[in-house]
């Protein structure tokens, strides 16, 4: 009774209005045409809707270094196997011996090659996978550029075009391929627009062929953190949990698939001293995993020891059933 209550008095008022404007007619005038406005305005008044409540944010740990490496081109991100680390730069992927950090092998494209910006690598197996883009040259094409990881040979490539963003990292996880494809809020030289915008950013699942089977957005908070760049690393964590960086800050996003809608649940916050951003990756051939990240202006390798068992899975259900009487 209250809402029909609200629909009639809308009416009036809309059909007052009209009045006013000089588009109202008596009602012994109106015709079907003006009948039908009438109901249509009627039909459209509705209880406001309810701001959502504001979503507190996740808690932040502090991860605390185990041990750093100083290389010489540790810019874009590093790799990580049970006996070595793979420094990863533009063009460039320098395998490390991980007991003393010394280079062994390194990969190096041609200066004219088509391989000009290598963001990240993950090792599944005895291969090294590198997410590879064109950025900053628009538009953004990305590829997937496959290496031994013994010789440091190029084996194998795969190329999404123009596709979504700019590939900046591969992961493997429970039977399939994920990946991020950043957007960016600046606006690169010669452009006039932005580069994708950083709200366009996605994370995807693949099959085995590189075929998206579903894709999340981020939360906007972590949007906000991260603009005008946007997300530069991610490694599936030894809790089950997607871990995300930005390009320049020192931190890294513990996520969770979400249990209903597009954005992912953002956990935690996990700071990572002296950490500049860019790619990282899990050591899971340990005991005790850790994590993995570089400080580009030092050019340094750094191995974290991280709290990921004190991260709780929040309570992030927002919807319920109800029987007569409680309808809304």
């Known amino acids: 009774m209250l809402v029909r209550t609200k629909i009639v008095t809308g009416a009036v008022v ?16 109106a015709g079907p045409a003006q009948a039908a406005d009438r109901a249509q305005a009627a039909d459209s008044v509705q209880a406001p809707v309810k701001a959502p409540a504001a979503v507190p944010a996740p808690p932040t740990l502090t991860a605390t270094l185990a041990r750093s490496y100083d290389t010489f081109d540790a810019n874009q991100g590093v790799a990580v ?32 090659g088509p391989i000009t910006h290598m963001d990240s690598a993950a090792v599944v197996g ?14 953004e094409k990305s590829s997937v550029e496959v290496f031994d990881t013994r010789t440091m040979r190029h084996l194998d490539t795969f190329s999404f075009g123009i596709y979504r963003g700019s590939l900046t990292w591969l992961d493997r996880h429970d039977g399939a391929w994920w990946a991020g494809f950043a957007n960016y809020d600046i606006v690169g030289s010669g452009q006039t627009e932005p580069y994708g915008k950083t709200d366009n950013t996605q994370i995807v ?4 062929k590189f075929a998206v089977e579903q894709s999340w957005t981020l939360p906007q908070a972590i949007l906000d953190r991260v603009r005008p760049m946007s997300n530069s690393g991610g490694s599936w964590g030894p809790d089950g949990r997607l871990w995300l960086t930005g390009h320049d800050l020192g931190e890294a996003y513990v996520m969770s698939i979400p249990a209903e809608s597009s954005d992912l649940t953002w956990d935690a916050t996990v700071t990572l001293p002296d950490v500049e ?7 899971r051939s340990a005991k005790k995993p850790t994590l993995w990240a570089i400080k580009r202006t030092t050019k340094q390798v750094l191995d974290f020891n991280v709290p990921y068992s004190a991260v709780k899975t929040p309570d992030t259900k927002q919807w319920k059933v109800v029987g007569p009487g409680h309808f809304q």
Request: glycine residues 8%; charged residues 20%.
């Open 14 to 29: 809309s059909i007052a209005a009209g009045a006013l404007l000089g588009f109202g007619l008596p009602a012994q005038a």
């Open 277 to 283: 951003g860019q790619a990282i990756a899990w050591d």
């Open 205 to 208: 699942k693949m099959n085995d």
């Open 126 to 139: 005895d291969k090294l996978y590198a997410a590879t883009s064109n950025y900053s040259t628009y538009p």
């Open 81 to 112: 196997d049970k006996k070595y680390f793979y420094a990863v730069n533009n063009s460039t992927i320098t395998k490390h011996d991980r007991a003393t950090g010394k280079p062994l092998l390194q990969f190096v494209g041609d200066a004219d």
